[in-house]
């Protein structure tokens, strides 16, 4: 099983956002989500959590318009703690 799908399927999805979104852009989450998980979009999950995120702070909008890193934005406990690290 690849990483990432091991991520989708076994984090929350505010921190799979979290951790991807500063280097990912919205709709190749949404892309990862249908391939793996998409009872998170058919629930609107995905969207909504999207959405909170931006409220709180977590997100925000850069000069290009694209999504970065809020005041608010912490690297996810699965990130810091290397879960999901590969040896090379």
Known sequence: MST????ILNESVADVLTALIPNSSYPRIDRLY????FDVIA???LVSTFQKLYEDGVFATGENGHTIKG???REP???TSKKYATEE
């Open 4 to 7: 990432i799908k091991d991520i």
């Open 34 to 37: 249908v391939d793996y998980k």
């Open 43 to 45: 629930n609107g999950e």
């Open 71 to 73: 005041p608010n934005w």
């Open 77 to 79: 406990s699965f990130v």
